[in-house]
């Protein structure tokens, strides 16, 4: 029989990281909040549960792809934990280094097993199994679990105790960010110097200050006014307000990252969590010179 695989978190990274299993040969029983996420699962012909501690049932590992720390804290303490068992926790989330540290004390109490997995590389990454993968835990846990995040990841990168996939994965989006914000701005300041937007994007590609989302984001999703970059922008600023933490939590000044999660902040309350995180360029273009 295949490996089980349970799966709490079927947004718009999580089904398509849950098919990527079922495509390698993995049983995966899923759990949602949404009744549509389920739904689409249901579609691939695999187990929907009917609440986050069933997905544990005959599984060996867990997976927990949620949006925070404080809805993964919940959904593992207040269900999950009393049913995984020997099952591994895989918390895939983008979540707090420090709560995830926490997490792993209280778990390990019970003796039960936990892994950080964050992931970068967006929806069409996870749609084609081809994420970068960070994995901080226990070298024997991450072991056991390397497999089936092989079944998702094309890099798989081990960085150490557990906390530290987290930690990673905040600063890479603080880079990410920092490289969008930046590239926002310049098309902004370029285009009310008389500057062409697209001829702009064309010469940061081929220059240095060519980015991720010089290549990836701008045309697509902030040029075309489609704005649909699939991932949302109070995501985004959650991520930002975790690195600026981690900063403060090893004292280092890190003012761009300060900057960073207050510019985002601000953003998210103008433009509301659920905007996309390319409108970061709407957030921008709103702001007056005083
Ligand atoms: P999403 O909002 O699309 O999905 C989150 C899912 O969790 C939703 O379907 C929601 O219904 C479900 N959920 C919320 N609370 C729940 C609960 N208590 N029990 C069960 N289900 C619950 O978000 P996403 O974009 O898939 O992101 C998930 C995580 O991955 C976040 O931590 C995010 O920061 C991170 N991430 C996202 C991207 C991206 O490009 N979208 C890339 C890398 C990492």
């Known amino acids: 029989a295949p490996a089980v695989v349970g799966f709490v978190g079927l947004g718009a990274m999580g089904l398509p990281m849950a098919k990527c299993l079922i495509r390698a040969g993995y049983q995966v029983q899923g759990f949602d909040l949404s009744q549509d996420a389920c739904k689409e699962l249901q579609e691939t012909g ?100 390397k497999p089936v995040l092989e079944a998702m990841g094309r890099t798989i990168f081990e960085t150490g105790p557990l906390g530290s996939g987290h930690a990673m994965k905040a600063l890479n989006n603080f880079v990410s960010a920092a490289g969008l914000t930046a590239a926002c701005e310049a098309l902004i300041v ?62 280092a000044a890190s003012p761009t990252s300060r900057l960073m999660a207050s510019l985002w902040d601000a953003a998210r309350e103008q433009l509301q969590d659920g905007a996309d995180h390319t409108e970061i360029n709407r957030y921008l273009e709103t702001l007056q010179v005083h």
């Open 46 to 145: 695999s187990k929907v549960c009917e609440n986050a501690a069933l997905t544990a049932q005959g599984a060996d590992a867990v997976i927990t792809m949620l949006p925070s720390s404080a809805i993964v804290n919940k959904v593992v303490l207040d269900s999950l934990a009393d049913h995984l068992g020997g099952a591994v926790l895989i918390d895939m989330s983008s979540s707090a280094p420090a709560e995830t540290r926490k997490l792993g004390e209280q778990l390990d109490k019970r003796g039960l097993q936990m892994v950080d997995a964050p992931v970068s590389g967006g929806v069409k990454r996870a749609a084609d199994g081809s994420l970068a993968i960070m994995i901080g835990g226990d070298a024997a846990c991450v072991v056991r679990v």
């Open 190 to 251: 370029g285009k009310k110097f008389g500057l062409d937007p697209e001829q702009m994007v064309d010469i940061l590609n081929v220059s240095t200050g060519r980015n991720n989302s010089t290549e990836n984001k701008i045309k697509p999703f902030v040029l075309s006014g489609t704005y649909d970059g699939g991932f949302s922008l109070g995501l985004m600023a959650k991520d930002l307000g975790v690195a600026a933490q981690l900063a403060d939590v090893v004292e």
